[in-house]
């Protein structure tokens, strides 16, 4: 190809296929992408694939590995089958960021010459793109963790943190299974190995006369498990009639003397076949000192009955190191592994006593398992660190014979490292996650902050003390922890008086001031702080450093997490990396905590001011309560309104307006104009209030949807000499009025259906309702926030208020409604709530000396045709 052909240098094109000659020009990532291939991390590399998308808050992400093409090894988000699919090199945004060896962050795919060609991003599917190499032990760029989002983004220097430590994490798994894979091939050829002896062992219980073989000594009699009877007379039967004496007498002498048994002998098969068996044995006691049980082995020597050459060869061939012990712990046998991995020769070894050949075993798990494996006749198993100058972590196993103690291990020192490490990322990215979960649901900077430091302590720091910043200005510690029980009391006092000792040069103040972390010795920091208690507290603490990360928010710092460490314990720097993380999300969760409030006050104020206090009418008494959602955003349309019309009635409405937010609000307030003024000027009952209120919306196209209910009472001469007053009613498809009769009975006034919402059809007829009611009764019109809940249906709330009234009904008004809230809400409402009550005076009620402009006068005439109003 000519020169005119090629790419031309800095185009897309040009860049990514640069980028794919570097990837595939490495043989050794190549070889090591492969290797890794191999072995199975997919559940560990889903975790941490679902673990960046959550955290990075992108819909996709995606684990690769590379050699000669980019192999998707696990994905979130993808369509089904993209994992083990594979994709070119110059074809894979990846290649980019595995051939530069750093995190390649694009915020606008499109606007990226180096991707912008590629046809994930020319279709629309990567709008923005974040990706970090996955670097192994040795150096080598072994493939890309990333994540995508559809539509541009811009990414923070936090986002790539987070994702550089969990593609740390995904090469520390993909490294352990390898490890793991390996680790598990040697242990079974370690098993063939020890199959290959043919070593049987038994267990002959001397009290029950039960005798237990496993499978290779049952077979080496000739014996199947179904034939074999489990009885000393089962063994007599096998052996050569010449040897039974002798090998007797063995068993007689080893019982009599509790000691150890020897003996090799012929068994004679069923077939006449002859075998030569070498069987050792010890007899044990039971705690009176008398012979309990006989525990041995055997193995077949018919090949080599001189000598165990068979055994010696199969030994020297393991791949583990093997070693045996006499009786008195001295070495007796050592093969090629072991010397390699005990650092020291056979003919230095044999014959030398355990204890004095590795003092460091002493008073440690080693001489606690190997004794506990002879005195019990049981095998151990363990894993255990021995120090220098082996320096080395060994898995052990270990079992009693006869002769002493026989003991294989293998060193899995470096699996030990890589499984630390991984425990180490798996305990961050738990952290990160544990506080998350924490802030996510705090609004307030108190519980936002204050449980911080007892979630990084003892994780990331020896104690911790969490300031923030207060409305004022003022710095002020709200969160404190030790991971010593006996020096919190100590941090509890030393940080109630430091911020007052502090100089504007320490690094708390230097932290708050700049935003960025600053690290000093404990010593200089008391050096900062004049003679006092403070001073003599933090001496008394005796950390060795700290450091101040500040909590930032959008625009500002809102306060600082200080970690302390011990003496002797430098921080690493992904602890450090993590730590900051931790900072930055609580600093944001107080910037959440500092906009909900806004929002939250000003959504309130916006709806209180537009509620205003009852009328006081001489024959009842109204109350109102209203009570704002839990959460700002859904503060919004419910509504209650109390007035006099021009005739002296009294009238009560309930509304909620479809909708929870400050347009919903503003909407309310606009319909609660409407009705008061239409009620007000055309003294109309509530089914003609409700059509004219319909209409004006429409008029006026205020286009939102509304229910509400209007009542008003009225009374005659003749209803009120005679103690009752008629409720006369209209309801626009909201929930119907409840009745607390005087005898503490409650009554709904219709079932659930209702009329048609407002602002549905401004030509639906509107039906009015009319109910008597006896002095003493207590009408109650809400809103559905009352009854409503996620966990249950608005028929099990209802039940709810009903009984709540019922025991309620002998409270004064004022009360009824604060017991009502408390028992149905417990005063944090998922919905705003609306309650608007009246009840009717009874006739032995003194009356107030004065009508006031809101009271209905006494005199009522007496015309039935057109019933006075009360």
Known sequence: MDDTSRPRPGSPVADLRAAAEVLQADRTRSDAARRLRLRDASAALDRIAELAARLLGAPIAQVSLLDDVQVVVSAVGLPPGTVGSETPLEASACAVAAADRTAYAVPDAQADPRVGDLAPVTAGAVGAYLGAPLVDSQGHTVGVLCVVCPAPRPWSDTDVATLRQLADAAVTELELAALTTAYESDRLRWGLAID??????????????????????????????????????????????????????????????CGDYEAEYRVVWPEGETRWVQARGRTLSDETGSAARVLGAAYDTTAERAADVRVTRVLEAMPAGFYSLDREWRFTHVNAEAERLLGRSRDELLGQVL???????????????????????????????????????????????????????????????????????????????????????????????????????????DWCIVTVVDPDGRPRDVGHWHVDPAARALVERYAAVRLDAMPATSPLMRALLTG?????????VRGLLPPGEARDLLGALTPESGVCLPLRGRDRTLGV????????WAPRDEDLATAQDVADRAGLALDNARLYGQQRALAEGLQRSLLTEPPEPDHAEIAVRYLPAAEAARVGGDWYDAFLQPGGATTLVIGDVVGHDTEAAAAMGQLRGLLRGIATYSDAGPGEVLRGLDASMALLQTRVLATATVARFEQTADELRRGVTRMRWANAGHLPPLVVNPDGSVAELASWRGDLLLGVDPRATREESVVTLDRGATVLLFTDGLIERRDADLDAGMSRLREALRELAGRPLQEMLDEVLERLVDGRPEDDVALVAVRLHRQDRPRPPAAGPNRVPDVVPDDPATPPPV
């Open 196 to 257: 290959a002896a043919g070593i049987g062992t038994f267990d002959w219980d001397l009290r029950t006369g039960e005798l237990t073989w496993d499978a290779r000594l049952i077979e080496m009699f000739g014996y199947t498990p179904e034939t074999f009877g489990g009885s000393i007379e089962a063994f007599n039967e096998r052996l050569h009639p010449d040897d039974l004496p002798r090998v007797t007498d063995a068993l007689q002498a080893s019982i009599a003397a």
């Open 561 to 568: 997490m200080t970690l302390y460490f011990r003496r002797g």
């Open 516 to 524: 960025e972390p600053v690290m000093e010795a404990a010593e200089a």
């Open 355 to 461: 204890w004095t050949a590795f003092p460091a075993a002493i008073n440690s798990i080693f001489e606690e398992s190997y004794r506990a494996a002879v005195r019990t006749g049981t095998p151990v198993q363990f894993d255990a660190h021995y120090p220098a100058p082996l320096n080395g972590w060994y898995e052990l196993r270990a079992w009693p014979s006869p002769e002493g103690l026989s003991v294989y291990f293998l060193e899995v020192t470096e699996r030990r490292r890589v499984q630390d490490r991984a425990e180490r990322s798996a305990q961050r990215l738990a952290l990160l996650a544990q506080v998350s979960a924490e802030l996510a649901g705090a609004l307030d900077a108190q519980s936002a902050t204050a449980h911080l430091p007892r979630l990084v302590v003892p994780a990331l720091a």
